[in-house]
């Protein structure tokens, strides 16, 4: 792959964990750098961590995991997306949001990552170096998610109600968009 392509595909797989972290930022009280990067860290390791998982999935069994990734996404993504919507419907407009807990990130990472394990499945039949690939979507990931944390921050509490039940309701979409596509394939 040629370092444009690598870079296309890069963005490309981040640009759903830029959309939830928009809405996770602008539903916090307050954003700080270092939480805007250790969302970022966590988006970013665990893109990073999946096209691998694929790659050498795909190398032993690519039939299993493309039959399922889809589904767990689907699941993943429709529960985080659905507890997001749920949160920005029971507070109040001026009410501070609730914390956010380490393994609802963790949970919504791997719920928009799974798309970079199946693209790690197709690129195990490719002579290519998945390390460099991996690290490429890894960092694109981290820029991507840190930024959206500090863009949703920007958002305030004014938006944020809104924001997170439009994240919610973008992740849900997202899962159910990944499920039709496997499913039509």
């Known amino acids: 792959m040629t370092p444009i392509a690598i870079m296309i595909l890069a963005v490309s797989m981040s640009v759903d964990a830029f959309a939830a972290s928009i809405g996770r930022g602008a ?27 694929g790659w050498g999935a795909g190398t032993m069994a690519a039939g299993f995991v493309t039959a399922v990734d889809h589904w767990i996404a689907f699941v993943l993504l429709g529960l985080v997306g659905g507890r997001m919507l749920l949160e920005a419907m029971r507070r109040q407009e001026d009410e501070a949001p609730s914390g ?17 394990m199946a693209v790690g499945v197709s690129l195990a039949f490719l002579e290519i170096n998945i390390w460099v690939i991996a690290a490429a979507i890894g960092f694109a990931t981290f820029c991507m998610a840190t930024g959206g944390m500090l863009a949703g921050r920007l958002l305030g509490r004014r938006f944020g109600r809104w924001a997170e039940g439009l994240g919610g309701a973008a992740l849900i979409l997202l899962g159910s968009s990944i499920l039709y596509e496997h499913l039509l394939a």
Do not use: Q
């Open 27 to 53: 539903a916090a009280e307050r954003t700080h750098w270092g939480d805007a990067m250790r969302a970022g860290a966590v988006f970013g390791v665990i893109e990073a961590s999946t096209p691998v998982i």
């Open 100 to 116: 956010r807990s380490f393994w609802v990130l963790v949970a919504t990472a791997v719920g928009t990552s799974l798309d970079a």
